[in-house]
Structure formats: structure tokens, C-alpha cells
């Protein structure tokens, strides 16, 4: 118990809080200076949140992708990584879980389970790729990961027009009942909100990240070619197939995220003129957890608030949704500023170590 309360009392734990606080006033002195009052903006986007079971359920449910992208960003950031390339593997996901939920025909304790896995392990492929291009090219996994972005999202567009979209229509058809894992009964219980299994995948995705990277030989592995590839490789590790087994399972985060939302929210997919954002939200998500599995899902528990409560604002304030926006790169903001956040920390810090003195 008093190793969990040390957990939070540290620096890392007081410096996200203080930036989400900050953050809050930053947007609360914009509102003001639109001419709106923050008070009651604030107050209709907790109403819009948690006024009734169903937006609270829709809550969850924006929360969840969330997680699945931050969770991608964070585990490559963690291995020395940069993946941006997330919404990509997202997309490519969500692809192939449509491909096997609408063209095949099997039992749903098969259908389901194989649209889920092979959703994520294309979003892993796709994020392999990039790491491939990496250790074997030297390309720098920023640059391939910004375009192997553009790369899924018309490469899904043509996979929808060509196999899976009626002529005329601009969606595929509806995933069959076998392979949805809506959740019925608590969907029912939160008033038919679009909740699903995919939540529960999302966490228990944070509990495997967590045991991966920290509990076993191949994520010290990982964490140690981040670190020095250089120490790394003269130790006898493979940096190279380390680097690409890191972008595998970013991508397969990533790719397990696009699966839940077709599987779980909409049933289809629709030939996309730009891009959903969940993937570049994750990589907002993970800056505020501090790029770790229970920061992740802390961060994505703001970022969803924020996101839905921002028509809450609109419709009972007034306040126009950019200021939502606003808000969140205001956090992101703090977060990554640490210098300043420290320098307002400063005398409650020093409190801190006079006490312990």
C-alpha cells in the first residue's frame, strides 16, 4: 500500500494533474475573452457527460479507441520509438475486420473472435512494416509512419469500392451478426449506448503492455534497444528484429482499435474522404499518461470527456466545439512543458521535502 501512495505522490503523478488544471484555466480565460462564461461551459460539459446512463455510455464508448491508439504510441515510445503512424494501423484494422465480418459465414464464437484477431494482427503487419523500413533501410520511422498513413487510408478506400461496397453506395454492407460484440445486457443497462467488448479488450490490451514490457526477458529486450542499440547489440540482442517486434505491437494496439470500433460501433464501414483521428489523438493521449499503460487510460478518460462533453458546451453554453480543442492542446501543452509546470509546483514541492527533512 504505501509503495502505491509513493506512486502517486511523485513528480510524475503531480505534473500531468497540474498541466490538466492549468490547461483548464488556459480555456476558461478563452472563453472569457469570447465573451462566454467558463463556469457554465464546464458545467454543461460534465452534464453532457454524466447528466444521464446513455451519454455516460457514449462517454465509454469514445474513451475506448482511445485507449487501443494511446497504448500504440506509447508501448513504440517506450521501445525508443516514434509511432505515428497509428492511424494507419487503426484504419487497416478496421479494413480487415470488416473484410471477415461481412464475406465470411461462421459460428460467432468463431466469427467474431478471427475478425478481432485478424484486425489486429493487420494493424501489427502494417506497423511492422514501418519498422522493417527501419532496421533494414535506415528510413526514419516518422517519416514512413506520416505516410503509411495516406498509404492505408486510400488502400482501404480501394479494398471498400472494389470487394465490399454495393455499386451505387458509398458504405459495405453490415458485418454479420455472428461477428458484433456489442455488449447486450450493460448496452442495455446504459439506455442502448453503443458499448462493446472492445472495452474490455482495451484494458486487459493495458495489463498485457504492462507484463510485456516490464515482466519479461523480450520487453527488457525492447526497452534496453531503446535505451543504447549500440550497448544493446554488443550485448548479443537483435536490434533490428526488436525494432520491428516493437512496431508490431504498436500496430497491433492500433489495429485492434479499428476492429472494436466496426465490430462493436457501426457494423460497417464507409469509403472515407479523410481520416477518423483516433490515431493522432492517441499520440495526444499518450503524451498526458506519461507513455504508460494506467496513464494511458487515465489520459484517455480526459481526452473522451473533453471530446464528447464538447457538444454539451455548444448546446448549453454556447461555446463554439474549437474551444474544446483548445483546452486539450493547452494540456498537451503543460504536459510536455515540464519547466513550467514545475515552476508552479515549486513551493508545494519544497513543502514536500521540508516535511520529509
Given at each position: 500500500?504505501?509503495?502505491v501512495?509513493a506512486v502517486?505522490t511523485?513528480?510524475s503523478?503531480l505534473?500531468?494533474?497540474?498541466a490538466i488544471?492549468?490547461?483548464l484555466?488556459?480555456?476558461?480565460v ?9 463556469i ?11 447528466g444521464?446512463?446513455y451519454?455516460f455510455?457514449?462517454?465509454i ?5 482511445l485507449?487501443?491508439?494511446?497504448l ?10 516514434f509511432?505515428i503512424?497509428?492511424e494507419g494501423q487503426?484504419i487497416?484494422g478496421?479494413?480487415a475486420?470488416t473484410?471477415v465480418?461481412?464475406?465470411f459465414?461462421?459460428?460467432v464464437?468463431?466469427h467474431?473472435?478471427l475478425a ?5 494482427v ?7 512494416l514501418?519498422g522493417?523500413?527501419k532496421?533494414a533501410?535506415?528510413?526514419h520511422?516518422?517519416?514512413?509512419s506520416i505516410m503509411?498513413?495516406?498509404v ?19 458504405r459495405?454492407k453490415d458485418v454479420?451478426?455472428t461477428?458484433?460484440?456489442t ?7 446504459f439506455?442502448n449506448a453503443?458499448?462493446h467488448w472492445?472495452?474490455?479488450i482495451?484494458?486487459a490490451?493495458a495489463?498485457?503492455?504492462?507484463i510485456?514490457?516490464?515482466?519479461t ?7 534496453a534497444?531503446?535505451l543504447n542499440p ?6 548479443g540482442?537483435?536490434?533490428?528484429r526488436?525494432?520491428i ?6 500496430g497491433?494496439f492500433a489495429?485492434?482499435?479499428?476492429a472494436c470500433?466496426?465490430?462493436?460501433v457501426?457494423h ?12 493522432f ?6 503524451l498526458?499518461?506519461?507513455n504508460?499503460?494506467f496513464?494511458?487510460?487515465l489520459?484517455?478518460?480526459?481526452f473522451g470527456?473533453?471530446?464528447?462533453g464538447?457538444n454539451g458546451?455548444?448546446?448549453g453554453?454556447g461555446?463554439p466545439?474549437e474551444l474544446?480543442?483548445i483546452?486539450i492542446?493547452?494540456v498537451?501543452f503543460f504536459?510536455a512543458?515540464h519547466?513550467?509546470?514545475r515552476?508552479?509546483l515549486k ?10 527533512s
Amino acid at each position: 500500500m504505501n509503495k502505491v501512495i509513493a506512486v502517486f505522490t511523485k513528480d510524475s503523478f503531480l505534473v500531468p494533474v497540474a498541466a490538466i488544471i492549468l490547461g483548464l484555466l488556459v480555456g476558461a480565460v478563452a472563453m472569457l475573452a469570447g465573451g462566454f462564461d467558463p463556469i457554465l461551459a464546464y458545467q454543461s460539459l460534465l452534464k453532457k457527460v454524466f447528466g444521464d446512463v446513455y451519454n455516460f455510455g457514449e462517454t465509454i464508448r469514445q474513451i475506448t479507441p482511445l485507449i487501443f491508439t494511446g497504448l500504440s504510441v506509447a508501448f513504440a515510445f517506450r521501445t525508443g520509438l516514434f509511432n505515428i503512424g497509428a492511424e494507419g494501423q487503426f484504419i487497416m484494422g478496421s479494413i480487415a475486420a470488416t473484410y471477415v465480418g461481412v464475406t465470411f459465414d461462421l459460428p460467432v464464437y468463431i466469427h467474431a473472435p478471427l475478425a478481432l484477431i485478424v484486425g489486429g494482427v493487420v494493424g501489427g503487419l502494417w506497423g511492422a512494416l514501418t519498422g522493417w523500413l527501419k532496421a533494414a533501410r535506415g528510413v526514419h520511422e516518422v517519416i514512413t509512419s506520416i505516410m503509411m498513413n495516406w498509404v492505408a487510408l486510400y488502400f482501404s478506400n480501394y479494398i471498400l469500392s472494389a470487394f465490399l461496397v454495393p455499386e451505387g453506395q458509398q458504405r459495405s454492407k453490415d458485418v454479420k451478426d455472428t461477428a458484433i460484440i456489442t455488449f447486450g445486457w450493460l448496452s442495455e443497462v446504459f439506455d442502448n449506448a453503443r458499448l462493446h467488448w472492445g472495452t474490455v479488450i482495451a484494458l486487459a490490451a493495458a495489463v498485457f503492455f504492462f507484463i510485456v514490457l516490464w515482466k519479461t526477458k523480450a520487453g527488457f529486450e525492447l526497452r534496453a534497444v531503446g535505451l543504447n542499440p549500440h550497448a544493446s547489440e554488443y550485448a548479443g540482442m537483435n536490434v533490428n528484429r526488436n525494432v520491428i517486434k516493437a512496431m508490431f505491437i504498436g500496430g497491433l494496439f492500433a489495429g485492434l482499435g479499428g476492429a472494436c470500433e466496426v465490430l462493436g460501433v457501426f457494423h460497417y464501414q464507409a469509403i472515407a474522404p479523410a481520416m477518423p483521428g483516433y490515431g493522432f489523438d492517441g499520440i495526444a493521449v499518450a503524451l498526458i499518461g506519461g507513455n504508460t499503460p494506467f496513464g494511458v487510460i487515465l489520459g484517455a478518460i480526459l481526452f473522451g470527456i473533453l471530446t464528447f462533453g464538447a457538444n454539451g458546451m455548444k448546446f448549453g453554453a454556447g461555446v463554439p466545439i474549437e474551444l474544446i480543442r483548445i483546452v486539450i492542446a493547452s494540456v498537451i501543452f503543460f504536459v510536455a512543458a515540464h519547466g513550467i509546470v514545475r515552476f508552479f509546483l515549486k513551493p508545494i514541492l519544497a513543502k514536500k521535502k521540508e516535511g520529509r527533512s
